[in-house]
């Protein structure tokens, strides 16, 4: 275990054992940024102790990115080798990275079957995390997804491929924007579908097996990005790409959808602009709801997640609160939100079109020789 990681479950360990107030306690450890924890405290937690008397959800935060996943990682794999009878974490909230690792060490239970709203979960990434089948240990909490927005005063006709986007810069130079794969992960994203658009290896490039001959497909259509590449804006990150099309510097650009419907609502973005999801598609990634082998509290764990994936809980503290797709079937969360709150983030990319142009991340090899190759062949 390097340093930061063991300094991660240290203090992971530390939180946790902190005075408890309550005859039980559940124990949920998150990944992600402050408002995931802030979720669970303020939101979540609250909610479950009331269905749930003299039980207290406590939530420790363990950081962004893979790095938070791997926090947790770290701590169960050590309690595993310790042979304790029983584990800290009795919830755990993490990637799909993360979650294709703990599944192959076999730490997390296959609780998915035991919870009612499983059979609400459509998403093929319920099943799949980067290549590995995690069907039965997780389910998502949300989905995120990369898209395309852009300005319909200046893009009459928004482009519905990526074809499509290629001949619109051709026309309008420098009016496409996107964060390259260094400035976030919408930049990535963007440059993952254009693989998957123009390298020609199908569902390969998320499914799997990885072949070494694939390379050369790969870096044709990265080659072909190269050239896109100068007709394109690129922006210092997620949040410049956003910044560049509310200053009107662009009129289109690689983005987060819940990025822009957040800043939407937050009057940092204006109004007006819109979003497309082109095919054949684009990727977005889950957070999920995972479950550790030896959780103390395997029942209430599995309550908990239950409550936190209810049609309910999806539409107000998922859609509504983070503007986030849910992570069950969106037919079951609609009954649940007033027009207003639908509209918001389904007029523009519609269920259909997520059902047909959201595609997950590729798989690891796929991901690593992508962004390798990006870097040798457009710094050229």
Known sequence: MDRRSFVLAAAILAALLGPARADTTLNVATAGDQNMVDYINDYLGPRFEKAHPGVRVRAIGTGPGDAGSLA????????????????????????????????GE??????????????????????????????????????SQVAIAYNPA????????????????????????????????AGIGFVMGWVNAYA????????????????????????????????????PGNAGTLDALNRGEIAMGAVWADMFYTWQADGRLSPDLKL???????PGQPMYYAIPQKAAQPQLARDFVAMAT???????????????????????????LDKKAWDKLFVDITPQDLKQNAMPFPISPYFTTVLNEYERITAK
């Open 106 to 143: 076999s730490l997390l239970a296959k609780y998915r079957d035991q919870v009612d709203t499983s059979k609400l979960v459509s998403s093929p990434k319920a099943d799949n995390a980067l290549g590995t089948d995690v069907s039965g240990y997780v389910l998502p909490m949300f989905d």
């Open 200 to 235: 020609g290896i199908g569902p390969r490039l998320v499914k799997g097996p990885y072949e070494e001959a694939d390379k050369s497909k790969i870096d044709a259509a990265l080659t072909s990005l190269r050239d896109f590449n100068s007709n394109a804006t690129l922006t």
């Open 310 to 336: 209810s049609p309910e809980v999806q539409a107000e503290g998922i859609v509504k609160r983070f503007n986030w797709y849910p992570g069950i079937d969106a037919q079951y969360v609609e009954p649940k």
């Open 72 to 103: 947790i990682e770290q701590k169960l794999s050590a309690e595993a080798k310790s042979g304790a009878p029983t584990w800290d974490i009795d919830v755990a909230v993490i990637h799909q990275r993360g979650a294709a690792q703990m599944v």
């Open 154 to 185: 200046v893009v009459k006709t928004p482009p519905r491929s990526y074809a499509d986007l290629v001949a619109w810069a051709k026309q309008n130079p420098k009016q496409f924007g996107y964060n390259g794969i260094k400035g976030g992960m």
């Open 276 to 282: 497309v999801l082109p095919s054949p598609g684009m």
